[in-house]
């Protein structure tokens, strides 16, 4: 198993485990490299919460950054609002580009959620997202393969 690769596409905010596990069920890595990026996801959570802590406060009026946090809060915010720390869950669990753990993580810390809640709706939600995007990699590799 290559857990270099592994580890560096989940660690890519934007791929995260939607273009890990693919990568590692078409390699034949095995419920081995599923749990190693379901534990790499989970564990995001702590280095963006902290470095949100010191980093915002220094980056806050860029453009870019008022751009990503803008689009993340008018996305995430709603789920909140209608469903508390499971709309956290739901918004990271959906496995699109832009409402994975990195999301949700900052989502969570803008609105001023307590970390320990916020970690464990995270933590729900990628387990929900690796289950989703299991079933589809598994589905569409046996479809290819049906294919060959």
Known sequence: MDWLRLAVLTLMPGLELRASIPYALFNGDGAAGILFILLLNVLIFFPVWLGLSLLYRFTENWWVVKKVVNNIRKRGEPYVK?????????????????????????????????WKKSFVACTVGVILAALA???????ALGAFGMLI
């Open 133 to 139: 995007v299991y079933l589809i990699s598994t589905g």
């Open 82 to 114: 209608k469903y508390g720390m499971l709309g956290i869950a739901i918004f990271v669990a959906i496995p699109l580009p832009g409402s994975g753990v990195y999301s949700g993580a900052l989502l969570a810390w803008l609105l001023g959620l307590e």
